[in-house]
Structures are given as structure tokens and as C-alpha cells.
């Protein structure tokens, strides 16, 4: 390179020098959780869940200590991504000096393990839910390892119960995978309850404060989203809040059927047909569809 073009980078060098900056690797300082060390305990946590079902490792269902070893293996690798996460905070002053960064994680991933037995149970109805609601599946089988939809609600369930307990760096890497995998955007806080269908489910996107009952089916395109934000005098978005519909149980959404705001409650029963736009509650049994 010629002389100017040195010093170009000379100069360019030392204004991205930051050596107090996180990174997800550093050789000193402190590292960020990695995404792909993300990526891969969640597919551990996926196997763990359906066994033998979304890897190609042998498994013995009577072999109690290579079970106990994954899930150990498993907890070890959360626990390490997550203390990355606390001691971030730490740095972003939303932690105190003295936060205890790996106690905080252990507890964090006790959690977790402890609720796993209830996410499992609940994946169970929603591949039930996908079964009967699908006349093109021959198996439940087929739903476990092909139908986008049940990988997507499978990440949430997990990412869910992390977003509950305010580590939220970690469900939200975990939700954007399951995003780029299958084009179903569900935000990891958002409560879904047991025997949920997504159909299809590309261009499905439902929104962090979102609540969904039971036995609810949804198809491809539908936006469960907010319908404004509110802002503070200086004209700053207020974070938080209820700004996503509730989904009552047993309710239909067809495809491209967009429901917004907070305020929005789609009573139990109902069936809203494609390509509605809804910004206001409806009661139970309601039938609202497009019309030209």
C-alpha cells in the first residue's frame, strides 16, 4: 500500500481500538455469550427433549448415566453463557460491583432443568394439537423432525422460561435462530399455552407481551403485533407494557390475519378468517372475515 493508505489505516486502527469493550472472544477482558455455543446447547436441550428424534447420536433410553451426563454437559455450557451475560450487566452498571455472576447463572439454569419436565409435557399437546389439526400428517413422528412450526413453539418454550427469569440475551439469540430456520418470529416473552399449531408458518410473527390459551391454531402470515408505542415528553419509546393481543382458548387465526394492540382480546372460540386487519376486541364464538 502506498504511504496515505497506511496512514489511513494507522488512524482508523486506533479509533477502533476499545480495550474496555466486550466481545464474544477476547484473549483478556470479558467475553460475551457466543452465539453458536447458544445454537448448540439449544439443539442439546432440543434432543434431550425428543430423544433420538433431532440427532443423529445413539441413544439408550435406559442408560441413565449417559443421560445424566448430557444434561450435565448441558447445564455447564448455560451456566457459562449466562455468568457471560451477568457480568455484561455488570459492566452496563445494571449489575452491583459485588453481584455474584455464576451464583446468579446456576440458579438461572437450576431453573431451567427444574421446568423442563412441564415444557416437555406441554410439547407433547402441541405435537397432539399438530397432529389432529393437520390431515396431511401421517405421523407424530413426522411432526417432530419436519414440521417448522413445532421446532419454532419447541425454541420458545425453552427460550421462555430464561426470558422469565430476566436473562434475556440468551432467549433472544435463541428465538432469532429458530426465526432464520423456519421465518416464524415469536418474541421469548410472549405466553403460549399447551396445544399450540402453527401451520405452515412462514411470516408468523407474535409479539413479546402476546398471550395465547389453549388448543389455538394459527397459519402462515399472521401478526399478532402491537398497534403503537407510547413515548415519554422527550419523545423516547416507553419500554414495556401490555402492547400485544390476548388469544383466548380454542380460537382460529388464517393466514395473513393481522390482530394488533394491547387492548385487543380475541374471545375464547373464535375464528378470525385471512387477511383481516383487527384492532379492537371481539367476544367468544365470534366469526369475523374479509370481505371486498
Same mark, same amino acid.
Given at each position: 500500500m502506498n504511504k496515505s493508505l497506511h496512514t489511513l489505516v494507522d488512524s482508523l486502527a486506533e479509533r477502533f481500538v476499545c480495550k474496555n469493550c466486550p466481545a464474544t472472544n477476547t484473549?483478556?477482558?470479558?467475553? &460475551?455469550?457466543?452465539? *453458536?455455543? $447458544?445454537?448448540?446447547? &439449544?439443539?442439546? &436441550?432440543?434432543?434431550?427433549?425428543?430423544?433420538?428424534?433431532?440427532s443423529y447420536e445413539a441413544v439408550d433410553h435406559e442408560d441413565l448415566p449417559l443421560i445424566r451426563d448430557r444434561l450435565t454437559a448441558i447445564a455447564e455450557t448455560l451456566v457459562s453463557q449466562i455468568e457471560r451475560v451477568e457480568a455484561y450487566r455488570k459492566l452496563e452498571g445494571t449489575r452491583p460491583e459485588d453481584f455474584d455472576c455464576q451464583k446468579r447463572a446456576e440458579a438461572v439454569v437450576a431453573q431451567l432443568l427444574h421446568e423442563l419436565p412441564e415444557i416437555r409435557s406441554l410439547l407433547q399437546a402441541d405435537v397432539v394439537a399438530a397432529y389432529e389439526g393437520d390431515p396431511a400428517a401421517h405421523s407424530n413422528m413426522e411432526i417432530v423432525m419436519a414440521y417448522p412450526g413445532l421446532?419454532?413453539?419447541?425454541?420458545?418454550?425453552i427460550?421462555?422460561?430464561?426470558?422469565k427469569a430476566d436473562v434475556h440475551l440468551l432467549p433472544r439469540v435463541m428465538s432469532e435462530y429458530a426465526h432464520s430456520r423456519t421465518g416464524i418470529d415469536i418474541h421469548p416473552g410472549a405466553t403460549i399455552g399447551k396445544g399450540f399449531f402453527i401451520d405452515h408458518g412462514t411470516g408468523?410473527? $407474535?409479539?413479546?407481551?402476546?398471550?395465547?390459551?389453549t388448543n389455538v391454531r394459527v397459519y402462515q402470515g399472521v401478526t399478532l403485533g402491537a398497534l403503537s408505542f407510547r413515548k415519554d415528553a422527550d419523545g423516547h419509546l416507553v419500554k414495556g407494557g401490555k402492547r400485544h393481543p390476548e388469544v383466548e382458548d380454542d380460537v382460529i387465526i388464517y393466514a395473513n390475519a393481522t390482530i394488533l394492540g394491547g387492548d385487543t382480546i380475541i374471545g375464547r372460540g373464535s375464528v378470525i378468517g385471512g387477511n383481516v386487519w383487527l384492532t379492537h376486541s371481539v367476544?367468544?364464538?365470534? *366469526?369475523?372475515?374479509y370481505k371486498e
Open positions: 484473549r483478556h477482558g470479558l467475553n &460475551l455469550p457466543g452465539r *453458536r455455543a $447458544i445454537q448448540a446447547v &439449544l439443539k442439546q &436441550l432440543l434432543s434431550a427433549l425428543f430423544p433420538g428424534c433431532l421446532f419454532a413453539i419447541a425454541v420458545h418454550r427460550a421462555h422460561v430464561l426470558y408468523v410473527v $407474535i409479539g413479546e407481551t402476546c398471550v395465547i390459551g367476544p367468544a364464538g365470534s *366469526r369475523i372475515f
